[in-house]
């Protein structure tokens, strides 16, 4: 009998109202699963790499232009910061921020000096994914994934201690030069948020090999793509109209899934 594992959000996150009830019907006959919440855990438990530790930057690399392999990635998305009383909070990030192309062609330019001064290449083969590529001998901190700090204090997140400094000073010169271009006025002007921040995450290089006991794995989330791409698991397209609650891309991931014959997004 086929089976589908659905990596599903809080359950906070799910939507007001009635689920449909064929799937009202599947979450009731599943059998649950605890385990430790959040995406990195979630996707642990069905997924595994070696090295272990895997890199988010170049995973979603690999999946947006392909050429990940021999590099040393680190994601820099887009955000938007908002001050409050007791400092910053990070609002959108990435795909919550809607960027199309023409943000990306207005604001990229105006940073890439700022890192190509380190000898850091910066580019974005996706409006909502920007990527530093960096020598291979390049010292970093821990970074925190976007799923920790969105809507929280952002400097509660910074990366700390020495080689956190050079990170925090160049994350302030982003800011300052994202502050200063006329393409936020613009975006404000319409109703946008203004990206006025980048986040720095997800640094490494692509894992040697991934293992998964799925056959087969539906979503429209780029580092679950980018885990599946390796041989031994098919990738197939998400179908557009599945309901966003069943993707495999929502964040936070709950700490728990569910497993029953149902059409198999992942199988």
Not at 46 to 65: K, M, Q
Not at 184 to 199: P, Y
Not at 208 to 236: F, I, M, N, Y
Request: hydrophobic share 45%.
């Amino acid at each position: 009998m086929a089976k589908a594992t659905l990596l599903l959000p809080a359950r906070s996150r799910f939507p007001a109202g009635t689920l449909p009830a064929q799937v009202a019907a599947a979450l009731g006959r599943a059998e649950r699963s605890p385990g430790a919440a959040g995406e990195l855990a979630q996707l642990r438990r069905h997924f595994s790499a070696i090295p272990v530790e895997w890199s988010a930057a170049a995973l979603t690399r690999e999946v947006d232009a392909g050429d990940a392999a021999g590099g040393f990635w680190l994601r820099a998305d887009p955000a938007n910061v908002v001050p409050d009383m007791h400092g910053a909070r990070m609002m959108a990030v990435a795909e919550t921020l809607r960027l199309e192309q023409g943000d990306v062609d207005a604001l990229l330019p105006a940073l890439q000096p700022l890192f190509a001064g380190f000898g850091f290449q910066l580019d974005a083969p996706s409006a909502s994914r920007w990527y530093l590529r960096l020598p291979e001998d390049t010292p970093l901190p821990a970074f925190a994934a976007p799923e920790a700090v969105l809507g929280d204090d952002l400097f509660a997140h910074l990366p700390d201690g020495d080689l956190g400094r050079r990170w925090r000073a160049l994350l302030t010169e982003a800011q300052v030069v994202l502050h200063q271009h006329p393409w936020n006025e613009a975006r404000i002007a319409q109703g946008k948020r203004a990206v006025n921040s980048l986040w720095f995450w997800g640094p490494g290089r692509l894992p040697d090999s991934v293992r998964t006991s799925h056959a087969q794995v539906r979503s429209r989330d780029a580092l679950l793509q980018g885990l599946a791409k390796p041989p031994g698991c098919g990738l197939a397209a998400s179908r557009r109209w599945m309901p966003w609650w069943i993707c495999a891309s929502c964040a936070p991931w709950s700490s728990w899934s569910v497993m029953r014959s149902l059409p198999c997004w992942m199988r």
